[in-house]
């Protein structure tokens, strides 16, 4: 049987609680138990009441839910350069945006221009998304800088493992831009290429992350990082 808590928490989320159990056997027996619970941390995906810009700038009323709070991979505050993450959508497309502070602009490295490049190396944002669609798949998304894309799709084998499939390729439209101490990131995402549409109350298994080279570190939303969408955060349509 499966157990589905909501709990708040006003310091540290990690180390995780643990759910401890006695199953009594016998007359007078008892097994303990201890389980380490899962967490799915959330953010919302408003609806573009109009559409954005895809220019860079993220300076339209519909970011207006911004999520950072990362965290590395110990579960303790990341140490990158503070981030927003900003989701919305319509029938057809999410939208994404971000603003990536940075305290030293001239050591950002983002020198891949090709698609598919290992641009995951460089300072970028990161994206893993699973939309409701006939087909259940992961999809990848990283964004460089300058604007420079790499994706992939991921599948479940049929011996239980996420394969990924780098040959993949979606369709977006993308822009970046720089400012005073940040870089931005616009993308729209075509939800038809998927087989799926947006609409409110519908929930994706999601997570998003941020490189920064100069530290050799990242900070991600839900920890750690992997393609088991088992351990994604959640991204809710209102």
């Known amino acids: 049987r499966q157990f589905e808590f909501e709990v708040a928490c006003g310091g540290d989320i990690y180390p995780l609680p643990e759910l401890s159990v006695n199953f009594p056997f016998g007359e007078e027996g008892a097994c303990p138990a201890k389980k380490e619970l899962r967490i799915a941390r959330r953010a919302d995906c408003v609806p573009a009441q109009s559409l954005p810009v895809i220019d ?30 900003y989701f ?19 050591s950002i490295i983002a020198n891949m221009t090709e698609h598919d490049d290992a641009i995951y190396a460089e300072d970028c944002v990161g994206f893993l998304y699973r939309p409701k669609a006939p087909e259940d798949a992961i999809y990848q998304l990283y964004v460089n800088p300058i604007g420079t894309t790499f994706d ?17 390729n979606g369709d977006y439209e993308v822009a970046t831009s720089r400012g005073d101490g940040t870089w931005q990131v616009e993308v729209r995402i075509p939800l038809d290429q998927f087989g799926a549409r947006a609409e409110a109350a519908m929930e994706w298994d999601f997570n998003f992350r941020r490189k920064q080279r100069r ?8 920890i750690p990082h992997s393609y088991d969408p088992n351990g994604f955060g959640k991204l809710t349509f209102r």
């Open 88 to 106: 919305a959508y319509d029938a057809d497309n999410l939208y994404l945006a971000v603003v990536c502070y940075e305290t030293k602009m001239d």
């Open 56 to 85: 860079g700038n993220i300076d339209e009323d519909v970011w207006r839910s911004a999520y950072g709070s990362l965290l590395c991979g110990e579960g303790k505050p990341s140490k990158v350069d503070s981030s927003e993450f």
């Open 215 to 222: 530290l050799n570190d990242a900070g991600g939303w839900q």
């Open 152 to 168: 992939q799709k991921i599948t479940q084998a049929s011996d239980g493992y996420w394969v990924d499939d780098q040959l993949w």
